[in-house]
């Protein structure tokens, strides 16, 4: 018997090392050397812990079910919304970034948090 099954939701396949993002923008470090496969990361043997790409939407702490859209570029057929149970919820989630107040940042900066903003500027410059 297991003591867990563990259960991975995220809109990303992958984990972003995102300290190394500014040497994409120079072109010292290609983009894909940055990224480590969520699955690759899971404890255990392959299958035993799932994963899915997909957001989750919402908790319903009562129920104990979280509420998640599915919205990957590959979609399986009447699977956009569903639903996982929990016994235990972990939540861990990403910052904004942040402008501290300056007025125009937002509308003419490009912010470098992913691996598309890098490219960005890549190109830019």
């Given at each position: 018997p297991k003591l867990y099954d563990l259960v991975v939701v995220s809109p990303r396949n992958y984990f972003l090392n995102t300290p190394l993002l500014p040497g994409i923008t120079v072109g010292t470090v290609e983009a894909r050397s940055?990224?480590?496969?969520?699955?690759?990361?899971?404890p255990g043997k392959p299958g035993e812990a799932r994963f899915y790409e997909a957001a989750a939407t919402a908790v319903d702490p009562k129920s104990r079910i979280v509420q998640c859209?599915?919205?990957?570029?590959?979609?399986?057929?009447g699977a956009q919304q569903f639903t996982l149970p929990y016994d235990r919820l972990v939540v861990a989630v990403g910052a904004p970034c942040n402008t501290f107040g300056t007025p125009g940042v937002r509308e003419h900066t490009t912010f470098l948090k992913e691996i598309q903003d890098a490219l960005v500027i890549r190109r830019t410059i």
């Open positions: 940055l990224v480590q496969p969520v699955r690759a990361l899971l859209r599915d919205d990957s570029e590959v979609v399986a057929e």
